[in-house]
C-alpha cells in the first residue's frame, strides 16, 4: 500500500532525446506526487511535483503526465542535456514522503 | 545555498561506539523533520519523524532505541546512532518541509556518510 513502483531502473539518453520514468502507486490517500533529482554524494532536490487533480504540470524541460484513474504517474525529460545525468526518485506523500525505487538516468552527448 | 545543514559530512567510528548526527534549519523554522537512510544505489527509506518538542515517531522496523532522535529546537534535530555496528553504515539525510508546505516539499541536507569498522 505504501509502495510507489519505479522503473526503469536505468535509462541512457542521447544529447537532446526524450528521457521518460514512469511510476505507479496503489494508496489512493496519496495527495502530492513530486520528483526528485539526486547527484552522486549529495542529498535531493525537489525537481518538479503534481496534485492529483491535475493531469499535466509542466515546468521548462521536465513535465509530468498524471493518471490518477491508472494511478501511474511519469516524468518526461525534454532535450535532454548531459547535466542532467544523475538519479530520479518518484515520491508520493501523505503525512510523510515515501520514495520510489529510483531511475539513473545517463545522457551522453 | 543550502537551506538544511547537516553535520557531519562523513565519519568512521569504530563498531560499538556511537554517532552523533546533527540536522540543522538555516534561516527558517521546522516544527519537523524528516530522517532518511539510503544504501549505495538504492532509494531513500524514512527512518523517522522528529518533532519538536514531543517524541520522535519511528517507522515500522526502525529500533528506536539505536536510533536515538532528539528535536530540541525548532532548529535542530540530531540522529544519534548508538552502539553501531557495521551493517549500521550508510548515507543519513535529513530534511524539514518547505515554508508552509506539506511533507511532500522537503529540503534535504547534504547527508551524512556513516562507515562503522
Known amino acids: 500500500q505504501q509502495q510507489v513502483k519505479q522503473s526503469p531502473q536505468s535509462l541512457i539518453v542521447q544529447k537532446g532525446g526524450i528521457s521518460i520514468i514512469n511510476c505507479a502507486y496503489e494508496n489512493t490517500a496519496f495527495d502530492y506526487f513530486p520528483w526528485y533529482q539526486q547527484f552522486p554524494g549529495k542529498g535531493p532536490a525537489l525537481l518538479i511535483a503534481i496534485r492529483p487533480d491535475v493531469s499535466e504540470k509542466k515546468e521548462g524541460r521536465f513535465t509530468i503526465s498524471f493518471n490518477k484513474s491508472a494511478k501511474q504517474f511519469s516524468l518526461h525529460i525534454m532535450d535532454s542535456q548531459p547535466g542532467d545525468s544523475a538519479t530520479y526518485f518518484c515520491a508520493a506523500s501523505t503525512d510523510k514522503l515515501i520514495f520510489g525505487t529510483g531511475t539513473r538516468l545517463q545522457v551522453f552527448p | 545555498g543550502a537551506v538544511v545543514s547537516q553535520h557531519p559530512s562523513w565519519v568512521i567510528c569504530k563498531s560499538g561506539t556511537s554517532v552523533k548526527i546533527e540536522c540543522r534549519s538555516l534561516?527558517?523554522?521546522?516544527?519537523?523533520m524528516f530522517w532518511y537512510r539510503q544504501f549505495p544505489k538504492q532509494s531513500l527509506m524514512l527512518m523517522a519523524t522528529?518533532?519538536?518538542?514531543?517524541?520522535?515517531?519511528?517507522e515500522q522496523g526502525v529500533e528506536k532505541d539505536k536510533f536515538l532522535i532528539n528535536h530540541a529546537s525548532l532548529t535542530l534535530s540530531t540522529l544519534t546512532v548508538t552502539s553501531a555496528h557495521p551493517e549500521d553504515s550508510s548515507f543519513y539525510i535529513c530534511?524539514?518541509?518547505?515554508?508552509?508546505?506539506?511533507?511532500?516539499?522537503?529540503?534535504f541536507g547534504e547527508g551524512s556518510r556513516l562507515t562503522v569498522l
Open positions: 534561516d527558517f523554522q521546522a516544527t519537523t
Open positions: 522528529s518533532n519538536e518538542g514531543s517524541k520522535a515517531t519511528y
Open positions: 530534511s524539514a518541509p518547505r515554508g508552509l508546505a506539506g511533507p511532500g516539499e522537503l529540503f
